[in-house]
């Protein structure tokens, strides 16, 4: 699979550059690509733990596929110095309708006290367009009151998602945003999936029979801070 369209960020070191080419290697092997999936959690928590504010309160939202994996490495490094971080895990139901795609939220998990979040930390494991993110942003944006900064984070992005997102926003939101992400890629399919992006299909790679939204997969996140372990 060629990686002949893509750039790097300033943010991809070697250790996050072996992971993405893991992700395309790994593509018939769940468990290699989750454990490449977490790796990149962790390198993109890395980045965030220098951003960020110690004395933030931050709200990691992730969709309930990249929960457990690429979510779970993100948390994992930035509960490290960021103690006031906290959970929200959205089960979106993402379709194609003429002329774009919509993600309604199906079922949702907010840890208690995400209200008083100031930095908004969305992570999603490739982001092809707007939709998603637009639709889990705006889950959460009127009930922040004290949002001072929204990171948009992702391993890969194509490079139209940033203007994209942004242009959905008012400039009062879109001013808040920060992408961080270690490769874009120019390139989409005729289903409208990046290449070489993450490999294909997020459920399948990870092991999921489908999306979360149709079947009654919970997170291994969501079933510990809710009690249901």
């Known amino acids: ?14 250790v996050a550059k072996k992971a993405l080419n893991a992700l395309l290697d790994a593509a018939s092997a769940p468990e290699a690509y989750r454990g490449a999936m977490v790796v990149l959690g962790r390198q993109l928590g890395d980045v965030l ?10 709200l990691v939202a992730s969709t309930a596929e990249d929960a457990d994996f690429l979510a779970h490495g993100v948390l994992e490094t930035l509960q490290i110095k960021h103690k006031n971080t906290l959970t929200a895990v959205f089960w979106n139901n993402h379709y194609s309708i003429p002329g774009g795609s919509v993600a309604p939220i ?11 979040a100031d930095s908004l930390i969305i992570v999603k494991s490739v982001i092809s367009g707007s939709c998603v993110v637009r639709t889990n942003i705006l889950a959460l944006i009127e009930k922040l009151i004290n949002i001072k900064h929204i990171y948009i984070v992702s391993p890969v992005m194509h490079s139209k998602s940033e203007q994209n997102l942004q242009e959905e926003f008012p400039e009062h939101i879109s001013s808040l945003f920060k992408f961080i992400y270690f490769a874009k890629d120019s390139t ?11 490999g294909g299909q997020i459920y399948h790679l990870l092991g999921l029979s489908e999306q979360p939204a149709k079947s009654s997969f919970v997170p291994e996140v969501v079933k510990r801070l809710a009690g249901i372990m």
């Open 1 to 14: 699979m060629s990686i002949d369209t893509r750039t790097y960020s300033r943010y991809a070191d070697q």
């Open 49 to 58: 733990e220098r951003e960020v504010s110690e004395e933030s309160t931050c």
């Open 106 to 116: 199906v079922h949702k998990f907010l840890q208690p006290g995400y209200e008083k």
């Open 188 to 198: 989409k399919d005729a289903d409208g999936e990046v290449k070489p992006g993450i």
